[in-house]
Every structure is written in C-alpha cells, then in structure tokens.
C-alpha cells in the first residue's frame, strides 16, 4: 500500500468537508491541532509521507466534524488568551471575547496586589486561572455548579500551574454561607434566552452544555438572582464585571444601578463594536 503524504491527506480532507458544505478550513485545523502543529509548520509536512495512524486519527477527526461535533471537543482542548486549555462537553469552549472581560477587569485593577477575586461559573476554568497567572498575588476563588465542570478547571489550574479555590454550588450562594467577603466578582454566566435557539449554530445546540448556555427571562435570570448575593459578599469598595449577549447590555445596567444605587455602572463594547460588558464600581 502506497502511504499518502500530509497534503494528499489534507486535500482529500479539505474537499470532503468542502462537499458536505462544512468548513473546509477545519481540516487544517484538525490536523494542525492533533499534531500540535503551527501553519508553517503544517506547511513544512505537506510533501513527507503520512504515518498510517496519523491518517486513521484525522480521518476519524473529519468524520466526526462532519457529523457536527465541534472541533474543540474532538481535540479536547482550545487556545485561550495564549494557553491551551482542556475542554469537554461538560463545559462550554473559551470564546475570544470573553478575553477581553479579563483584559478590563485587569486594566482596571492593576494597582492592587492582594484582593480575593471569585469567578462565578467558572466552567474550563479560563477566566480564574488567567487571571491567577497574570496577578499571582490575588485570591481566586472558582464556583460552578456543575462538579464535571470543575473537574475539568481543576485538571486546568493543575496543568498551569496555579492553586485556585474551586467550590461548587449555585452562584454566588456558596460563598453567602461561608460568609464570605470578596474584592472582585467577575462571570460570563447562561445568558442566552430560549428564543435565540434558532439563531445558534447546530454544533453548540447539539453539544455544548445547555445548562451554561441558557437562561429564563430572556437571558437575564443569573444577573437577577446574583444581585442580592454580591449585596451579602461584595466588599465596601468591591467591583462586578460580567460578560453578556450583545442585546442585554441596558436591561442588565438598569438592574444593577437600582440595585446599587451608590455604585457606577458602565457598559463596554467589544472590538466589534457590540456591548457586551459590564463593570459596577
């Protein structure tokens, strides 16, 4: 048997794909992402031939992207803010934009050294462990519900080297009982409402965690049910960021400004120009 090269490979992929109306480019990143290869590096294998296993892994790879499996999920793993982070069906895949919740929250708290930051719905872990190791000296807390989540995140905070407190329940309700005092409350929760379920791609309908994904009144049910708890945890001095659905923005502003009626609360858009953050100060 004649043993194809990686660009023979690749282009059968590329085309099946291509024919099945599904990204083509996804082929690239398969193959890039199973063998831990960069695009040049991709590149530099096109001509040399393909070990057998290799092929029978990648086309088991496109095979299962065919079918709707996302991509994240077959490698189980996805780059986030620089670092590789596990990922599973029991967690959502790390979004872009939730980088730039971090990147506000960092620029805005850059003076302090030892302040207690508790990530709500920490899902992979993403948003406590970056933080974690770009502000060693702080405290960071973890929460999820779901303990498969946490799983995952702690398996994250291991492989990156950082001690993070996990602790699972409902929001914010686990640290209303340790009576708790925290500097930072920082999520991106379920925000997105059932009549959007249309609009969402096939792949993270089918797949992704509905839980972490969806919530009653139209998206807003975690804000609402978190804004007595951060009264019972959040310090005098203490700031809230959140991610949010770019229609969501004013509804969830006004909420927090009535409820925190000395507070500031701004909203932030995001490279796109979208609303999509909060900050309550």
Not at 171 to 189: Q, R
Not at 237 to 257: P, S
Request: proline share 4%; net charge negative.
């Amino acid at each position: 048997m004649t043993t194809k090269t990686y660009g023979e490979v690749l282009f059968w992929a590329s085309s099946f794909l291509n024919e099945k109306k599904k990204e083509r480019e996804a082929a690239e990143y398969l193959l890039g992402r199973r063998l831990g290869w960069n695009k040049t590096e991709v590149l530099m294998h096109l001509r040399k031939p393909m070990p057998m296993e290799q092929e029978a892994q990648f086309i088991e790879d496109i095979k299962a992207f065919e079918a709707g499996y996302p991509a994240q999920y077959i490698i189980g793993s996805e780059e986030f803010y620089g670092r590789e982070f596990n990922v599973t069906p029991a967690t959502l895949i790390p979004r872009p934009e939730t980088e730039e919740l971090i990147e506000l929250c960092l620029k805005n708290n850059q003076e302090k050294e030892f302040i207690t930051v508790v990530d709500v719905g920490t899902g992979t872990g993403i948003i406590a462990i970056t933080l974690k190791k770009l502000k060693p000296t702080w405290r960071v807390i973890a929460i999820d519900i779901s303990e498969e989540a946490l799983e995952v995140a702690r398996q994250n905070a291991q492989k990156h080297q950082v001690s993070i407190e996990f602790m699972q329940g409902d929001l914010l309700g686990s640290l209303v009982e340790a009576d708790e005092t925290v500097d930072i409350v920082i999520s991106n929760p379920p925000y997105i409402s059932e009549d959007e379920w249309e609009d969402m791609d096939e792949s993270v309908r089918e797949y992704e965690p509905k839980q972490a994904l969806f919530a009653d009144n139209n998206g807003l049910l975690c804000y609402e049910q978190m804004i007595p708890q951060i009264k019972d945890v959040l310090a005098i001095e203490g700031r809230v960021y959140f991610e949010f659905g770019f229609k969501q923005g004013r509804a969830i502003q006004q909420l927090y400004q009535e409820a925190f009626t000395t507070k500031k609360v701004m909203i932030y858009q995001d490279l796109n120009g979208q609303d999509r953050m909060l900050e309550m100060k």
